[in-house]
Structure formats: structure tokens, C-alpha cells
């Protein structure tokens, strides 16, 4: 009997295999199963976002998948691999591999075992092998267990201006520019570029897309992403009545890294502090302003007060 959780391919031939849009195989659920040897070195307070089975299993509360879009794929690219669920036709890009659903983790051994099958998938995620250009894109959806979309939703949105600030440029996209607002779903008035399929932030069941973020380029890119899903997260769920400066701060050293790491945007300033009040109640001008789409008089983002 194993005492660790080991992420292993299926020698699935259709995983391997790209398929037709929306075609491609289901999900396989890596977030359930790790050991006590996975977990121990983690701090109490990152305990607590993990699920203890009480039989010496665990599975982790907060879980993750991404879409690598790319516009060519690298010759022998296409297989099996453990990070992927499979590949598909893509109608706006060319080509997409969807990861498996992923536990969404704290800094650790288990969390390493996730960015090993990154690493091993490199040839599909890096540029170096598979091109990519701007008309991809890369999805990311969340969930917790035990929320609805609509509560997560609503737990994280204080918290999203960071999100809108990196891929402030895709804020132009009609594929991803709906409801930046984030407001409810059952809301029409001021929800700016309607609500539909193409929002920025998306509730699909239990879960919540974010639609906004760019193409991934790297392997350390989606590592950082990873990273910052789990500090909005963490801090939205476990401390909801937080500041917003400290998850600011609590996410800095993650943000600065992002744009090291190829591909986003680097200490991105116009969503944060005064910034932020601009994206809730009052619009944003200057700096900002310039990458948003237009409408009537000019770029702007309102909630009601």
C-alpha cells in the first residue's frame, strides 16, 4: 500500500489523442487521496483547507484547472501525460489541452508533485515548443467544497481587482470583457458588456472560471498563476473580513515574480489602493483607462454603492 500520492498517466490512448471541440475525455479528480507523508511538514493554519478523511487520506477543500491554448502543438507533443485530462480543437485558437482537476495547495511536498507534472508537460505549456499568439487565452476555474458558484463568486470579488489589473489588455477581447463588474448574475443594470457565456469571471456550476487571463507561456508562468489562485483563495475564504492592502501585500512577492516569469504583467499599481475604489464604485481613468473598451462617453466600470 502506497504511503504518498503518486500521480501516474492511465495509458488512456484517448488522453493521448487530440479530439473533436468539447470532445475531448473527463476530468479524472487528483485533488482526493494524499497521505500523512504528503500534508506533515504544512503549518496548522494551511491544514485547514484540506479535508482529513480520518482513515489517513486526505483531499484538498480548494481544487484547480487551466486551459493551455496554443496555435501549434510541438511534434510528438500530443500524449498521454498526467497534468492533462486531453487535448481538443479549439474553434478561436487551434489547439487547447485542459488539465485534470488539481488540488489548489499550500507551499509543500504535495504541492510539488503537482508542478512536477507541470514540468513534464512542458513541451505542450512552453512557447519554446508549442507557439502560442494573442488570440489565446488561459482559463483558470476554481471551486471550494461545499460552495455553490454564486458563493464563491461572491466571497472572492472584493478580492479581483489584482486579477483585472494583470490582463487589464484582454479587457478588449469580446470573449472575456462581459459583466466586468462582477455583478450577480440575476443583475442587468450596470453590468457592463451584458453577462452571457463571455464574462470575465464565470459561475459554472460549483464552480468559478476566470476567462480574463492570458495565454500560457512557461511552465514557472502557470506555477505563479497557481500560486496567486491559492492566495485569493485562502484569504477570501479563511479571512473574509480582511483588508484588502494586506492580501495586497500578502500576494506582492507572488505578482512581482509573474512578470519574471515571462508573459504577465509586472507590479501592475492602477487597481490597487485608490485603484480598487475606482474598480468598485467609480471608474477608472488615467493609466487604466487607456486599455479598456469604450462605450458612451468613455471607459468606465461602476458598482452600485
Not at 120 to 137: H, L, M, N, Q, Y
Not at 152 to 164: E, M, P, R, S, V
Not at 184 to 209: D, H, Q, W
Not at 279 to 302: I, M, S, T, V, Y
Amino acid at each position: 500500500m502506497s504511503t504518498e500520492i503518486k500521480y501516474e498517466i492511465e495509458g488512456r490512448r484517448d488522453r493521448g489523442q487530440m479530439s473533436s471541440y468539447h470532445r475531448k475525455p473527463s476530468f479524472r479528480d487528483m485533488s482526493k487521496g494524499a497521505k500523512s507523508s504528503d500534508i506533515k511538514a504544512l503549518k496548522s493554519s494551511h491544514k485547514r483547507n484540506l479535508v482529513d478523511l480520518g482513515d489517513g487520506n486526505y483531499d484538498s477543500r480548494f481544487t484547480i484547472g487551466m486551459e493551455v491554448e496554443k496555435t501549434s502543438l510541438s511534434r510528438g507533443a500530443v500524449k498521454e501525460y498526467a497534468l492533462f485530462c486531453g487535448f481538443e480543437r479549439d474553434s478561436s485558437c487551434g489547439y487547447e489541452a485542459v488539465t485534470n482537476i488539481l488540488p489548489l495547495l499550500p507551499s509543500g511536498k504535495w504541492r510539488n508533485k503537482v508542478y512536477n507534472m507541470m514540468f513534464e508537460a512542458k513541451r505542450v505549456i512552453e512557447d519554446e515548443f508549442s507557439p502560442s499568439d494573442r488570440t489565446c487565452g488561459g482559463h483558470i476555474t476554481i471551486a471550494v467544497a461545499g460552495m455553490s458558484g454564486d458563493d464563491l463568486h461572491d466571497a472572492i470579488a472584493k478580492n479581483c481587482g489584482i486579477i483585472f489589473s494583470l490582463f487589464r489588455k484582454r479587457l478588449t477581447n469580446s470573449y472575456c470583457r462581459g459583466n466586468m463588474t462582477m455583478l450577480p448574475s440575476n443583475t442587468s443594470e450596470s453590468m457592463m458588456f451584458g453577462g452571457g457565456r463571455y464574462k470575465a469571471v464565470l459561475i459554472k456550476g460549483n464552480c468559478v472560471e476566470f476567462r480574463l487571463p492570458s495565454r500560457f507561456q512557461s511552465v514557472k508562468q502557470m506555477m505563479r498563476r497557481y500560486e496567486l489562485m491559492y492566495e485569493l483563495l485562502d484569504f477570501s475564504i479563511n479571512n473574509p473580513n480582511g483588508s484588502h492592502n494586506s492580501f495586497l501585500k500578502k500576494v506582492a512577492p507572488i505578482v512581482k515574480s509573474m512578470g519574471r516569469a515571462g508573459g504577465d504583467r509586472r507590479q501592475p499599481r492602477h487597481y490597487h489602493g485608490g485603484g480598487r475604489e475606482a474598480f468598485l464604485r467609480g471608474g477608472l481613468h488615467g493609466e487604466g483607462a487607456q486599455d479598456l473598451p469604450r462605450r458612451g462617453d468613455g471607459p468606465h466600470l461602476r458598482l452600485p454603492p
